[in-house]
T-cell receptor
Framework: LAKITQPISMDSYEGQEVNITCSHN???????ITWYQQFPSQGPRFIIQ???TKVTNEVASLFIPADRKSSTLSLPRVSLSDTAVYYC?????????FGQGTELSVKP | DTGVSQNPRHKITKRGQNVTFRCDPI?????LYWYRQTLGQGPEFLTY????????KSRLLSDRFSAERPKGSFSTLEIQRTEQGDSAMYLC?????????????FGPGTRLTVL
């Protein structure tokens, strides 16, 4: 079972790029790395998923080095509405294992 | 695609009562998951179905909890003899596993308050 470590909280300002790094030293060979965003009183929302190298979509980029022991979620030019909790996840036979996540606070 | 829906969105009940929640997954998703989330914590896995078969149950799912997915579409989660410790957000997710990935899409959750 992958042990996942990510910062508990981060602060940023509007318009900045935010990078959240997650450590997963013993992630399983078959596991994808997945990031979710969650606002208060809502279900988690899928952001991005990758296996290795770099993945980009309209919302974010995900960088995964060759050893896959860490990954970095990059949010370009954040706005106030990006204030949320961000979860880095591994999976085990389908079920998702959530940690406490990173609480991102974007300030004006 | 209407997304995953859950009903009710909020439920307040007295200790000892039974409650039932419903989840409607994204159509044609064959996997359905239930999670529970308490304040300040990430969601915790409870159980999941592939079609109508319940394939895994967490140790968190005591014998007061039961989940069903009778026709492989919607699912219900019932809690009998509720306790105050059952107060939480109950989340449902669905997926269609393919090519080694199993991206799960979550519903808005049902918030349970046990008085």
């Amino acid at each position: 079972l992958a042990k996942i470590t990510q910062p508990i909280s981060m602060d940023s300002y509007e318009g900045q790029e935010v990078n959240i790094t997650c450590s997963h030293n013993n992630i399983a060979t078959n596991d994808y790395i997945t990031w979710y965003q969650q606002f208060p009183s809502q279900g988690p929302r899928f952001i991005i998923q990758g296996y290795k190298t770099k993945v980009t979509n309209e919302v974010a980029s995900l960088f995964i080095p060759a050893d896959r022991k860490s990954s970095t979620l990059s949010l370009p030019r954040v706005s106030l509405s990006d204030t949320a909790v961000y979860y880095c996840l591994g999976s085990q036979g389908g079920k998702l294992i959530f940690g406490q996540g990173t609480e991102l606070s974007v300030k004006p | 695609d209407t997304g995953v829906s859950q009903n009710p969105r909020h439920k307040i009940t007295k200790r000892g009562q039974n409650v039932t929640f419903r989840c409607d997954p994204i159509s044609e998703h064959n996997r359905l998951y239930w999670y529970r989330q308490t304040l300040g914590q990430g969601p915790e896995f409870l159980t999941y179905f592939q079609n109508e078969a319940q394939l895994e149950k967490s140790r968190l799912l005591s014998d007061r909890f039961s989940a069903e997915r009778p026709k492989g579409s919607f699912s219900t989660l019932e809690i009998q003899r509720t306790e105050q410790g059952d107060s939480a957000m109950y989340l449902c997710a669905s997926s269609w596993p393919e090519a080694g990935t199993d991206t799960q899409y979550f519903g808005p959750g049902t918030r349970l308050t046990v008085l």
